[in-house]
């Protein structure tokens, strides 16, 4: 198969511009940053005037044509390319969206060098020839399904990672919780520290990072709740720990609730909504992903 071309943005230079550095170009027009300068410089073929390889420190005159290469030079880096479901939501030049599904985790990690999301994705790519690099812009918990988008590569990962937590970057999930939060809408906002001897356990502490969620009953059935929830900080385990100290925790929660297996083989959370500004055309968009059967179950 042949390879495919990488990503490439340019620009014609405007008279108004005429004898600016290429580097004031890059920054002040692409809105590229000095690290993404720094790695596209050295590249044979990564900043070219009128097609002929340039330096930042040159001088552009009006009615040329600067272009730039956005891909990762590495390509594929150090993710080892492995077979593996990818769920498709979303793909352009810049993105990947995908659907995770429960039970796999989004990174590579000790004892599990392959078989990851970043892996699978590093497989499709590879698959489709394609020259970019898997650059993740946020994270689920291995037991959490949902929404979750790829940059392709590092300027995209960068300006998506400036817009985290804030209105231009925002998620919805939806979780199933023993019991119902008192009042059935509302804030909750409470700092989230490590619990004492575990490395992975977190708990509401006065010492810990401010961490905040807003939450909204959606519907109950029996002892059971679904609730929608959107996040202002970014805390590990944030939901489950704030549901838990609001004394519903989510149902399957082997950490912060009642784990039973017979039921659900992970905490009942599903990331349904994701809302984000391109990082290239700068049009907002918007994705969903329905509610996953097992825990639709839950909800019967």
């Known amino acids: ?68 290469r956005t891909d990762d030079p590495d390509r594929l880096g150090s993710v080892a390319p492995t077979p593996g479901p990818v769920d498709v939501v979303y793909e352009d030049e810049d993105l990947l969206v995908v659907n995770k599904a429960p ?20 497989w499709y790519y590879r698959h489709k020839g394609e020259p970019v ?23 995209a990962q960068e300006r998506l990672k400036k817009q985290l937590h804030t209105p231009a970057f925002r998620r919805i999930y939806l979780a199933v919780c023993d019991g119902a939060p008192v009042p059935e ?22 010492a810990g990072q401010p961490a905040a969620t807003c939450y909204r009953v959606v519907r109950r059935v029996g002892n059971r709740t679904l609730v929608a929830l959107t996040l202002e900080t970014g805390r590990t385990h944030q939901i489950r720990v704030h549901m838990a100290w609001l004394g519903c925790p989510l149902t399957g929660d082997f950490l912060y609730g009642r784990e039973d297996r017979r039921l659900i083989s992970r905490p009942a959370l599903h990331a349904s909504e994701l809302f984000l500004t391109h990082p290239v055309t700068g049009k907002e968009l918007h994705w969903t992903a329905a509610l996953p059967e097992d825990m639709a179950a839950l909800l019967v």
Request: hydrophobic share 35%.
């Open 1 to 68: 198969m042949e390879e495919k071309q990488g990503r490439r943005l340019t620009l014609t230079v405007d008279p108004a511009w005429d004898g600016e550095k290429v580097d004031t170009l890059l920054r002040r027009e692409l809105g590229l940053s000095g690290t993404v300068i720094k790695r596209i410089k050295w590249l044979e073929d990564g900043i070219l005037l009128d097609g002929v390889r340039a330096i930042t420190g040159q001088r552009a005159a009006a009615g040329q044509i600067l272009c730039v």
């Open 185 to 206: 809408q509302g804030r909750v906002e409470a700092p989230i520290g490590r619990a004492p001897g575990s490395l992975i356990q977190r708990r509401v502490d006065p």
């Open 103 to 122: 039970g796999v985790p989004v990174h590579p990690g000790p004892g599990n060098g392959r078989e990851s999301l970043c892996n699978y994705i590093a």
């Open 133 to 155: 690099g898997v650059h993740p812009v946020h994270r689920l918990d291995r037991g959490t399904s949902g929404l979750l988008v790829m940059a392709k590569h590092p300027l």
